[in-house]
């Protein structure tokens, strides 16, 4: 919604038209250090875990 808002997209398109159809994702088997060099080399503020099936598990913010 943040990006929609600054970039200026209506809000009548589709999600998909929207939404980034493959997004930057960790693993839960990833150390916090893997996580932060991904999150690090790919410039995020969150990165979402997901389970081995594919299942959201968590947020992960970035370290402050």
Known sequence: IRR????EISFDLSVKKIM???PR???EEMT???LGVL???F???HLPI???SG????AQPAAM
Do not use: C, Q
């Open 4 to 7: 929609a808002i600054l970039t």
């Open 20 to 22: 980034n159809p493959n």
């Open 39 to 41: 999150m690090k080399d």
């Open 50 to 52: 997901v389970s081995r």
């Open 32 to 34: 916090e250090e893997e």
């Open 55 to 58: 299942v959201l598990a968590r």
């Open 43 to 45: 410039n995020l503020r």
């Open 25 to 27: 994702t960790g693993s």
